[in-house]
């Protein structure tokens, strides 16, 4: 143990000095020293962007982000704030036509917005990255320290045979070491005996988690009960009776409330303690405080869904001439027919019969309108995940009525093969028309600029695996060579005014549904891209 512990100390000694000679692993700069570092290299990304032995004044995005990455590491929020407006200033003036301008530029917007989005993300990224680096490197040092001085109590350990009073001494030390794991934990210890359910130890960790005063001695077994939230009252007992039931371990998570209201994530595990005869006698466990964890994955699914509903706006706002042609023609188409309809009934006598027909062809278009309207709707709505059987045929064919605008406008032929009597799949509508619509462009946009007519080929059918697989096919310009995989990646983009996120949020969403997606060559030219969906009910969310 003792060996253990000094190489344990030697390692973190190591890492130590490393941190000293490895330049992202520094402190932060004071102030003054991280504006002036952000207001350098900004200028520096602009120089090099504009020297023309480079040949970098059409792709000068990545080195503005590259400033904006360096001084939100060496910096912190504010600087890479600074270095972002600083950026968007540059890039601007200089590179946004007509350049050395700052007047307004309408027809530019979308690829400033873009550029500015992209700034913000990537700086508020490094900053977490940096966060989550210094907070690594706190509890490195912590560690160290802890380290130490577990060296320590081992060999005041060692001594406790010859001494009993050094021996009490390190106990208490070791207790008080204990407690103090807890706190940094937020986990508290607890056992509780079987019969009576009477608490038999209670950390102060726990009392501070759960919110009862250690001075007032263990809470008795119904107010533990009723601190537990009510939704989740039922699932906490069950769970205990189940367990003393089989005398086996449990392990749940549920919420708490405190009496002043705030709710808590608690994530407990429980052991049972048998007697010389095998019989249950009590409980020995841990409660964690999770609470943290959780509000950081909800709010990570909710920035998430937020990056996906912008993604969506964004490739909508470019199809908006190609809708405005889909809505329009049943909107021309009513106008004629409505136009028929009051000549019709001008006539003396008036055709009912024919006005009759005219009035039910406005009908149909109306509908029909409506229906494109409401398709685009749901792609704009903004809303928290809503999982339902859906007919993966049924989709493929909403997003080919959705899309005929672009297919026409660039002169592609559209196919499809689907299988009949596929098994229905519990997923999201709008996430899965949104990575349809994600390949399919991307297919369009593959082909438009290839001679002759492209064809958009798309597959539905059923595996083995019980899973539904789609394939969208093009014939356009193929795949980049060695870098099928890094399609996938955030911002990897062969597009020239691509955010690179589209692929990447597609690959989420179907992987959240328990399925895969992967793309792969086309022979003689062209690309694939396959996804699975599983036809159980049981998805992961």
Known sequence: MLRFSRSAARDLLKAGVMAKFNPLLWPRLPAIWSYWIAGVA??????????????????????????????????????????????????????????????????????????????????????????????????????????????????????????????????????????????????????????????????????????????????????????????????????????????????MEFRILLPDGTLRYIQTVGHPVLDVSGNLVEFVGTSMDVTERRLGEESLRQTQADLARVSRVTTMGELTASLAHEVNQPIAAASTNANTCLRWLNNDPPNIEEARAAAMRIAKDAQRAGEIVNRVRQLFKKGTSQREFLDVNEIIREMIVLLRGEITRYNIFVGTELAAGLPQVMADRVQLQQVLMNLMINGIEAMKDVNGMGELAIRSQKTQAQEVVVSVTDSGVGLPAQQTEQIFNPFFTTKPHGTGMGLRISRSIIESHGGRLWAADNTPRGAIFYFTLPTNAETPE
């Open 42 to 251: 900004v200028a520096a990304a602009l120089i090099v962007s504009r020297w023309p032995m480079l040949h970098l004044q059409s792709a000068p995005v990545s080195l503005f982000l590259c400033a904006v990455i360096m001084s939100a590491w060496f910096g912190g929020a504010w600087p890479g704030l600074f270095a972002t407006a600083l950026s968007a200033l540059a890039f601007y003036y200089y590179f946004l036509p007509p350049i050395y301008s700052i007047g307004a530029k309408p027809e530019e917007i979308p690829r400033f917005a873009i550029f500015m989005v992209s700034a913000l993300f990537v700086g508020l990224l490094t900053v977490a990255q940096r966060n989550a680096t210094e907070s690594l490197r706190h509890s490195r040092d912590e560690l160290k320290v802890t380290v130490q001085e577990l060296q320590r109590t081992n060999e005041v350990l060692q001594a406790a045979s010859r001494e009993r009073d050094r021996a009490a001494e390190s106990l208490r030390r070791s207790e008080g070491y204990l407690a103090e794991a807890q706190r940094l934990a937020h986990m508290g210890s607890w056992a509780w005996r079987v019969e009576g359910k009477k608490a038999l130890h209670l950390s102060d960790e726990w009392y501070r988690i759960y919110g009862f005063d250690p001075e007032k001695g263990p809470p008795a077994w119904d107010e533990r009960v009723q601190c537990v939230h009510p939704e989740d009252r039922a699932k906490w007992t069950g769970e205990i009776d189940r367990a003393i039931a089989e005398a086996s371990d449990y392990q």
